[in-house]
């Protein structure tokens, strides 16, 4: 089992910077790849960015440039570096560590949520 704890989340103006942050506990070795998903009010869960073995990153397309994600393995922690934020960023942001193999993927584990809002 692993237990994710996210952080840094608020209000910010458009064009504002902010900086998430989740911590992994439990079972800390058997992450592969951590990372960022969010959610918007009447949306489904889209990915943010990710972030797997040692140059592996993916971001989704509306977040290129302005988002950076990274990992220090050694704190079981990911962080996500916000900026030039958009209104359209405003979501509710997860912290997602993909875990041991399930079937024909990987169980995933999920934060509680820390909201973002961005206003114009």
């Known amino acids: 089992q692993v237990h994710l704890v996210e952080s840094g989340g608020g209000l910010v103006q458009a064009g504002g910077s902010l900086r998430l942050s989740c911590v992994a506990s439990g079972s800390t070795g058997i992450i592969n790849v951590m990372g960022w998903y969010r959610q918007a009010p009447g949306k489904e869960r889209e990915l943010v960015a990710v972030m797997g073995s040692p140059g592996m990153t993916n971001y989704a397309d509306s977040v290129k440039g302005r988002f950076t994600v990274s990992r220090d393995k050694a704190k079981h922690s990911v962080y996500l570096q916000m900026n030039s934020l958009k209104p359209e960023d405003t979501a509710v942001y997860y912290c997602?560590?993909?875990?041991?193999?399930?079937?024909?993927?990987?169980?995933?584990?999920w934060g509680q949520g820390t909201q973002v809002t961005v206003t114009s």
């Open positions: 997602n560590a993909e875990g041991e193999p399930v079937g024909m993927g990987y169980r995933n584990y």
